[in-house]
């Protein structure tokens, strides 16, 4: 299973190491990530796939109306 826009995914490098995360969108080689308290959905955080660990999950969530609090509400559950 591929990275993919709503895919749960944890950090493998830099500050952020070990963190959960939401993919909100992909370009390239990199992914725009966010978990709604460090770093926020207005400010994603840009990261290249080779520094996530992906996961099998995935969230059904609406893209286009998102806010923080669900995205640490999805979050949270794992």
Same mark, same amino acid.
């Given at each position: 299973? $591929? *990275?993919? #826009? ?5 950090? /493998?490098?830099?500050? =952020? %190491?070990?963190?959960?995360?939401? +993919?909100?969108?992909? &370009?390239?080689d990199?992914?725009? *990530? !966010?978990?709604?308290?460090?770093? /926020?959905? +207005?400010?994603?955080? /840009? %990261? %290249?796939? #080779?520094?996530? @660990?992906?996961? @099998?999950t995935?969230? $059904?969530?609406?893209? =286009? &109306?998102?806010? =923080?609090?669900? +995205? /640490?509400? !999805?979050? $949270? %559950?794992?």
């Amino acid at each position: 299973m $591929e *990275i993919c #826009k709503g895919s749960l995914v944890y950090s /493998r490098a830099g500050r =952020d %190491k070990g963190g959960l995360f939401l +993919v909100l969108s992909l &370009n390239g080689d990199c992914a725009y *990530i !966010a978990d709604g308290i460090t770093r /926020r959905v +207005v400010k994603p955080k /840009r %990261k %290249k796939l #080779k520094h996530l @660990n992906k996961t @099998n999950t995935v969230v $059904e969530l609406d893209f =286009d &109306n998102l806010s =923080d609090s669900d +995205v /640490r509400k !999805a979050l $949270e %559950k794992y």
